[in-house]
Each structure stands twice: as structure tokens, then as C-alpha cells.
């Protein structure tokens, strides 16, 4: 079992920054790719950022590409969501997930374990 829990999610204006933490239970943690999810009220949940288990490999989705960074700690267990220059329309849930299989995804149907999710509100 791996437990996945969000933190650092808030109210920030437009153009300001966030950074959101998904601290992992569990001693295989460095074996799992990770991804970022988000979902937004009356909207399907979508891909965010995914990282390969070694941290060596990103990928982003166009909405947040240069904006967002994604990163992770082996040693600490936790991933990392640096969300800069916030728009209104990153307003949603955000989810991180773990994919166990470690292979990096845009699917969120290729994750196994998902957290409960953290509330990032973006005012204009």
C-alpha cells in the first residue's frame, strides 16, 4: 500500500506562485513514477506533470509548460509542484499519484495510488 498526501495548496493571486508537496508512505517511493492531476468544478480531471522515478525525465502539459516545475526528493519521499506565474484557470483540485509500474504517464488510468487533494484557488 502507498499512501500519498498533498499540501501547500491556497488562495493566491494571479501571477503569484505556489508549491505544492505529495509526501509518499512506503520504502519503494524512488522506484514509482509520479504525476500531477488537476480538476476543475464541472471539468474532467486532467494531466498536469509527471516525473520518472529517478527525477531524470519530466513532462508537462501545454497549458503549464515554463510555468510549472516539477521535482522530487528520493530521500525525503516527497514530490514537488513549483506553480509560478498563476492563472485563474489553474484554479482546481490537484492531485499527485503514483505510478508503481514506473512508467511515467499522461493517463491517469496508468496510476495506482492517488491522494486526497489539495484546493488551489487562483483570484484575477
Known amino acids: 500500500q502507498v499512501q500519498l498526501v498533498e499540501s501547500g495548496g491556497g488562495l493566491v493571486l494571479a501571477g503569484g506562485s505556489l508549491r505544492l508537496s505529495c509526501a509518499a508512505s512506503g520504502r519503494t517511493f524512488s522506484s514509482y513514477a509520479m504525476g500531477w492531476f488537476r480538476q476543475a468544478p464541472g471539468k474532467e480531471r486532467e494531466f498536469v506533470a509527471a516525473?520518472?522515478?529517478?527525477?531524470?525525465?519530466?513532462h508537462y502539459a501545454d497549458s503549464v509548460k515554463g510555468r510549472f516545475t516539477i521535482s522530487r526528493d528520493n530521500a525525503k519521499n516527497t514530490m514537488y509542484l513549483q506553480m509560478n506565474s498563476l492563472k485563474p484557470e489553474d484554479t482546481a483540485v490537484y492531485y499527485c499519484a503514483a505510478d508503481t509500474l514506473g512508467i511515467y504517464s499522461e493517463s491517469s488510468l496508468e496510476y495506482d495510488y492517488w491522494g486526497q487533494g489539495t484546493q488551489v484557488t487562483v483570484s484575477s
Open positions: 516525473i520518472s522515478w529517478s527525477g531524470d525525465s519530466t
